[in-house]
């Protein structure tokens, strides 16, 4: 009998690397969570250039099918405003894919999400006008009915007619590794300190869900914190109770700025031994923050971070560092690769490792069969002293 000519691969892959297939496949999918997670934020961050189109109850149905309009007698058929802008977009750069985003398909009756239903399934308006560009994915984003009061079911055909369902909860660690991402101004996306903040309280105030029942008088999710940073950043990084109260309200403000005047460990600190073991964090997702903070060493610099990471976190957020660091920079590997190999060297290699990497099975067995007493500790030494 033959096998299936197929591989197979349990490999864990991020949301991010999920949705990059996805769009690059010109598979359609839809992106399910609860407010202020981050959803169409992670879209237009894989196409800063999508076309985006808000649903809403009550909306005219050619704003998504466009109208026909009659001149002399004469039909003629006028497409709706996403759709020239996204032949435009998709024309100008014919080799990349561009996403049209539908948002908010729950928050809108079954009429108006039955507008979308060829877009989603046939890519075209009606079935035969408006075709979309080769060139172009759908992506959906909307609440769930139990997260969202303003949410309403989708309709059974239309969520059949996904490729893919991707479903998002409130997820820490993986909004601190996109959070110390350089963004266009140059600093971490989300500021330092309240990373390390939220790394440090963890989820007692990363999420709150909305209770519809007893409506809270702020905001706190990964997006409320996201804003708080853009406002300590417009700020001349400057923390104002008012501005940040309004936002999270009295009490988280108040823990803020008194976590904020407390010791961090920066970049320099470790380049310049400036720092005590107290001040390495011991919670779990607070050291998971500083070692996403310490990506953006520079190449001279990283090998005395990753020796501090080593020693002072473990093996497992070395190897978290590394992939941050390298991100897809080819020399980076390299650099990588070349740290890793001198550490080998530096530290030596056992016996058995060698005969592993180096020896046939068959031929291990030969040597252990003839091996004399002492004669392993002769040949250790000796290994040291060529290294």
């Known amino acids: 009998m033959q096998k299936f000519n197929v591989n197979v691969s349990e490999d864990e892959l991020s949301v991010k690397e999920q949705m990059k297939f996805y769009i690059e496949n010109r598979k359609t999918f839809m992106l399910h969570g609860a407010s202020g997670l981050g959803k169409s934020r992670r879209v237009q961050e894989i196409d800063p250039s999508l076309v985006t189109i808000v649903l809403r109850d009550g909306m005219l149905p050619e704003e998504i099918t466009g109208k026909t309009a009659y001149e002399n007698g004469v039909s003629s058929w006028i497409e709706p405003t996403w759709y020239t802008a996204l032949k435009k977009v998709c024309n100008a750069e014919p080799d990349r894919n561009h996403v049209l985003f539908i948002d908010e398909l729950t928050n809108v009756d079954e009429n108006v999400q039955s507008l979308v239903f060829h877009i989603v399934l046939d890519r075209s308006i009606d079935g035969t006008l408006g075709k979309l560009p080769e060139n172009c994915t759908v992506v959906a984003a909307g609440n769930n009915p139990k997260e969202s009061i303003s949410a309403k079911p989708m309709t059974e ?148 971070i990753r020796e501090f990471i080593k020693q002072e976190m473990g093996g497992e957020k070395c190897a978290i560092f590394d992939e941050l660091w390298i991100e897809d920079n080819d020399e980076r590997v390299l650099i990588i690769k070349d740290l890793e190999d001198e550490e080998a060297k530096k530290q030596g290699k056992s016996l058995s490792d060698i005969f592993n990497r180096n020896t046939k099975r068959e031929e291990r067995r030969k040597i252990n069969q003839n091996v004399q007493p002492g004669q392993i500790e002769t040949w250790m030494n000796d290994f040291k002293e060529m290294n």
């Open 157 to 304: 055909p239309l969520f059949r007619r996904f490729d893919a369902h991707i479903y998002l909860t409130p997820d820490i660690q993986s909004w601190l590794r996109w959070g110390s991402e350089i963004g266009k101004n140059g600093n971490p996306k989300i500021h330092p300190v309240i990373a390390s903040f939220v790394a440090a309280n963890s989820d007692r105030i990363f999420y709150r869900p909305y209770n519809p029942e007893n409506p809270p008088r702020y905001t706190v999710d990964p997006r409320g914190w996201e804003q708080v940073s853009n406002i300590i950043y417009a700020n001349n990084n400057t923390i104002s109770k008012n501005l940040i109260m309004n936002k999270i309200g009295d009490t988280h403000t108040v823990s803020l700025m008194s976590f904020a005047q407390s010791k961090f460990i920066s970049i320099e600190d470790i380049i310049n031994n400036k720092y005590q073991k107290e001040d390495i964090p011991t919670n779990e997702n607070g050291r998971f923050a500083l070692t996403c903070s310490l990506r953006s060493v520079d190449e001279s610099n990283v090998k005395k």
